[in-house]
């Protein structure tokens, strides 16, 4: 099976950095998927990772370490317009078939 | 259409009722998956069809939930005798194909209400 842990909550100030952590278990690993969804909408993808390292889009970043089963989501120069709900997922054996995390509720105050 | 449609958007219904969730997925796109999420979690799977066929449907909670997809493109989740603990957003999700990008597209999803 595969399980995804990261936290419930986070809360920053607009203009700062923060960075939402995801550790993971998996029998077979393929890659850290992140997604990111406003109250009442679609889930929409952010970003993934097959290789350990830092990917870079414009505000956001994801890093993932294969060997530390983590990987994490940096969010710079934070605007309102961010606060949201924060998933990683794994891809499983069967292509894109994602098992989500929890969800990082994200707060971003003036 | 430009995105993954989902009809209805809101449903409320009384426990014991039939339901019907319809999703439409982006044109071209064969693969397709259907999710629940309920209030402060994460998407939960359900299903998820390669062409018409249901390749994986080991998240579906029990015999009361069905989908198909007829054609390849459409497909309709189906809840029978409805109960108060199948109340959450049911989500539908689309990719061009099963390799593993960990993208899907999702729709707004169809929020179902069981009084």
């Known amino acids: 099976g595969q399980s995804l842990e990261q936290p419930s909550e986070v809360t920053a100030v607009e203009g700062a950095i923060v960075q939402i952590n995801c550790t993971y278990q998996?029998?077979?690993?393929?890659?850290l998927s992140w997604y990111q969804q406003h109250d009442g909408g679609a889930p929409t993808f952010l970003s993934y990772?097959?290789?350990?390292g830092l990917e870079e889009t414009g505000r956001f970043s994801s890093f993932l370490s294969r060997s530390d089963s983590y990987g994490y989501l940096l969010l710079q120069e934070l605007q309102m317009k961010d606060s949201a709900s924060y998933f990683c997922?794994?891809?499983?054996?069967?292509?894109?078939?994602?098992?989500f995390g929890g969800g990082t509720r994200l707060m971003v105050k003036p | 259409g430009a995105g993954v449609s989902q009809t209805p958007s809101n449903k409320v219904t009384e426990k014991g009722k039939y339901v019907e969730l319809r999703c439409d997925p982006i044109?071209?796109?064969?693969?397709l998956y259907w999710y629940r999420q309920s209030l402060g979690q994460g998407p939960e799977f359900l299903i998820y069809?390669?062409?018409?066929?249901?390749?994986?449907d080991s998240g579906l909670p029990n015999d009361r939930f069905f989908a198909v997809r007829p054609e390849g493109s459409v497909s309709t989740l189906k809840i029978q005798r409805t109960e108060r603990g199948d109340s959450a957003v049911y989500l539908c999700?689309?990719?061009?194909?099963?390799?593993?990008?960990?993208?899907?597209?999702f729709g707004e999803g169809s929020r179902l209400t069981v009084l």
């Open positions: 999700a689309s990719s061009r194909d099963t390799s593993n990008t960990g993208e899907l597209f």
């Open positions: 998996t029998s077979g690993f393929y890659g």
């Open positions: 990772n097959a290789l350990d």
């Open positions: 997922a794994l891809p499983g054996d069967a292509g894109n078939m994602l098992t």
């Open positions: 044109s071209g796109h064969t693969a």
């Open positions: 069809f390669q062409g018409t066929g249901a390749a994986d």
